[in-house]
């Protein structure tokens, strides 16, 4: 029995990176008996039961169901747990069973980022129990595993490298969609929400000084966002909440996107999913920081925020052969990702 330590995807609203990371590595066993554990320790004071084919969701309480969970734990044949938040609420795995965990993220120096100091130097300790008794760790880059590295001194070779993907169809078979695309050359996107890790009030400075160039804000915050932009005196945008499968067309019209991350070890370490998508679907970034990931050592090509105000853009050839290039970095990203992921579906499918 695969018993993994997160929320069950359909049971959330969200639709962030986290969530579709558990999806996919869902996905590897989805025709096998599977347990999730969904615990909190403010939540769920009654147990709660969700099946859903073969898996089955347990909604549970850390402190009132604590041995219930442990008894999950003893009898997994494979311990899965998703991130440092939600092994906080498993530590005895990390005695009764030799877990995978799925790191996600830098999550104290997240939360030093967020302010939240105190709960920073919790999970900087659960984050060493972690690293040190995990058989082993899944990494999104490979920073996040040089810096887990340098931090802990981890050096298992059973560790895995497989970066949180959007839901991406074959890229090669999408080329033709691409390079026929028909790009308002004046067109610029953003697709995201209003967490202060994305600048938000940075890109519409940026954009309230381009009076000449179309801006397209997509949210599941469009209101709120659409006020900040009116605020600011925006001349050309549109902004709305679209579906997820309704976004590739707004990229497809676009040719420039706003990805303003600031230069630190959270965005150092991390594949955001939103510049993925931009680089799959042959959106230029516009960047704060070119160090995001695994992708400026990949080299990825982009236009810098500096280079943007000042109007220095490339021409029609210049943005093909930029494309170009990202296109070919998410189609190796994606081999690398597909073999790291065969290697785990055998860790799950075969204890």
Known sequence: MIVFIARFPALSD??????????????????????????????????????????????????????????????????????????????????????????????????????????????????????RRSAVVVHVTAAMKRHFRMKHE????????????????????????????????????????????????????????????????????????????????????????VAPSQVPNSYLCSTYGFILRDAMLVNQVACPTKLVEYLYWGVIPIVLTPDIGDFNERGFAFVSLEDFKLGRLPNDIEAERIRVINRQIVEELIVSYETALSTLRQLLRNN
């Not at 005895?92 to 999550?107: E, K, Q, S």
Request: hydrophobic content about 50%.
């Open 14 to 131: 969200e639709k962030d990176g986290m969530v579709q990371r558990i999806a996919s590595i869902d996905t590897l066993v989805s025709d096998l008996p599977r347990v999730y554990l969904d615990i909190s320790f403010c939540r769920f004071w009654s147990k709660r039961t969700h099946c859903f084919d073969e898996a089955t969701v347990f909604q549970l309480n850390g402190l009132l169901h604590f041995f219930i969970i442990v008894s999950w734990l003893k009898k997994a044949s494979v311990v899965y747990i998703h991130s440092v938040f939600n092994a906080l609420f498993a530590m005895p795995a990390y005695w009764v069973a030799r877990p995978i965990t799925d790191l996600h993220g830098a999550v104290p120096e997240e939360l030093v980022f967020q302010g939240y100091r105190g709960l920073a130097r919790l999970f900087d300790f659960v984050e060493r129990i972690v690293l």
């Open 154 to 241: 981890r050096h298992s070779t059973a560790d895995l490298i497989i970066s949180i993907l959007p839901n991406l169809k074959d890229a090669r078979g999408q080329r033709k969609i691409m390079l026929a695309a028909k790009r308002d050359p004046n067109s610029i996107i953003y697709a995201g929400g209003l967490q202060v890790w994305q600048n938000v009030p940075m890109m519409l400075e940026a954009a309230a000084a381009a009076p000449k160039l179309n801006f397209v804000f997509l949210s599941g915050e469009a209101p709120a966002l659409k006020r900040l932009a009116e605020l600011k005196k925006i001349v050309n945008f549109t902004c709305k909440s």
